[in-house]
């Protein structure tokens, strides 16, 4: 490996020698403050090395990753998320937070965090069969250790364990599809594998490629895992499911989309649309009847997926850049989002408690004695929804544009009446919390830094949502390429 590809690798080694710091730490004295201040500085130093050296084309490292714009797009998606939790999760922790010892894992968690965060960049970044898979598990398993972080809460581990059984199974079914595309090209780069004209048994393996994926991503009928693992997993490492995940997943999906032949373009655009209008009505629907906000974000979170695959279905009609535009916006605005929701869940709850506060009776009124942390889950919930001067409302006028220039009118009708549900939902969960307060709500003390954080990603949610130009201009320049 030459020193320049060492150089576009900074922020995965910048990662990686932060897991070596933490577990050193770990190791040497434990402390969750030090751990979470080393974890913080971590992923703000790799997130400073990814803009410094933000690709303007594609640069091949080695032949396992590549480095393009929209890759690092995505990177910079999960590291905005990962900063997220690692900020929330000293709160959310409690007594740990105050450097208190009674927690044995305390400093697991943000080791964990990172493990996760480097294999959702390396996912971003892959090229080559083996990066892919080795990726992919890396994520998965730090995921799934988050998930039944709280070993007392039997509701969390019941999710881990379905987790963990679907998740092998959907991975299995991703290693036949690669295995099936190995058979009939004899290649293991992506670039290679998906040839013109596609066999029978290519077409085969593609679609299980895919269908691995899709269960990933909680697209129907591969979706049915999601609410159980969101409302019993910590409500952190749920805000790490429902973003890095997706991102990282959705990353492969769509470079996967952009590589069919021309031959099974037209297949795979009907199989792909059926996908996409179930995620948004069923989504949507089954989201309409939860009393559980972690349950309703995991439905939102199946029709917002449906959302995004149409921006993948049109990527094979039209213009790829305008496409990949398209979908950076929207994933943007749902991490935003939900990051937003999330982080006032998890300032209202506590890792101890054995269940987080996600209780629409229990958030009743959180605006008479939370001013600021009801009018953030507000602009979460609000940009959800697409409401204007919020940057969901830019997202969501971004795809049905291009689902209108491609004549995809069943996509355009989904989404329509997808998003006319989705309101409905929305604006109840933002009725209640203003609603006359019944009980006494209590949030996290101190947390001053991750309250500046959690400002900033709401004024940027807002600035992009009036000013769109100013993130639209940059993602055209960079994503001409890729």
């Not at 040839?195 to 697209?219: I, N, R, T």
Request: proline fraction near 3%; charged fraction near 10%; charge should be neutral.
């Amino acid at each position: 490996m030459s020193l320049q590809e060492l150089w576009l690798l900074l922020p995965v080694l910048i990662i990686s020698a932060g897991i070596l710091l933490v577990m050193l730490q770990a190791s040497w004295k434990r402390h969750s403050v030090i751990a979470q201040g080393l974890t913080v500085l971590t992923l703000v130093l790799a997130l400073a090395a990814l803009i410094w050296q933000y690709p303007n084309d594609i640069k091949t490292i080695t032949l396992l990753f590549e480095y393009e714009p929209i890759g690092g797009f995505f990177s910079l998606l999960i590291l905005m998320a990962c900063i997220s939790v690692a900020l929330l999760q000293g709160p959310y922790m409690g007594s740990s937070y105050q450097g208190n010892s009674s927690k044995e894992v305390a400093e697991e968690f943000y080791i964990l965090l990172l493990l996760s965060c480097l294999g959702g960049m390396l996912l971003v970044m892959s090229r080559h069969v083996g990066s892919v898979i080795l990726s992919i598990e890396l994520m998965s398993l730090a995921m799934l250790a988050m998930l039944a972080y709280n070993r007392e809460r039997k509701v969390a581990l019941e999710g881990a364990m379905k987790y963990l059984l679907l998740s092998g199974a959907a991975t299995s079914v991703l290693l036949m599809g690669f295995a099936l595309l190995y058979a009939t090209s004899g290649q293991l780069l992506l670039v290679d594998m998906l040839q013109s004209p596609m066999g029978l048994l290519a077409k085969s393996g593609f679609v299980l490629l895919l269908a691995g994926l899709a269960f990933k991503l909680s697209l129907v009928p591969l979706h049915f895992w999601t609410p159980d693992v969101y409302q019993g997993a910590p409500v952190n490492s749920t805000l790490l499911l429902t973003t890095l995940s997706k991102a990282a997943v959705f990353a492969l999906f769509i470079k996967l989309i952009l590589l069919v032949p021309e031959d099974f373009e037209a297949d795979m655009v009907r199989m792909l649309s059926w996908m996409a209008i179930a995620s948004m009505l069923l989504g949507n629907w089954l989201a309409l009847q939860q009393q559980s906000l972690k349950r309703l974000m995991a439905y939102s979170a199946i029709a917002h997926m449906g959302y995004v695959l149409v921006a993948g279905i049109i990527a094979m009609g039209i213009d790829h850049s305008l496409v990949l535009e398209g979908v950076s916006y929207y994933l943007l605005a749902y991490l935003v989002a939900s990051i937003l929701i999330f982080a006032v869940l998890s300032l209202l709850s506590k890792l101890d408690d054995q269940q987080d506060l996600d209780q629409l009776p229990q958030l009743q009124g959180l605006f008479w004695q939370h001013p600021w942390l009801a009018s953030i889950m507000t602009l979460g919930f609000l940009s959800l929804a697409g409401m204007p001067i919020t940057i969901g409302f830019i997202g969501k006028f971004y795809l049905l544009t291009l689902a209108v220039k491609l004549s995809a009118w069943w996509l355009v009708a989904a989404m329509l009446v997808g998003s006319a549900v989705g309101l409905y939902y929305y604006l109840r969960v933002i009725f209640t919390l203003f609603a006359p307060s019944k009980n006494e709500i209590h949030q996290a003390s101190g947390a001053y830094f991750t309250k500046i954080w959690i400002g900033i990603i709401a004024a940027g949610l807002l600035l992009l949502g009036i000013l769109p130009g100013l993130l639209g201009d940059q993602l055209r320049s960079i994503l001409v390429v890729g």
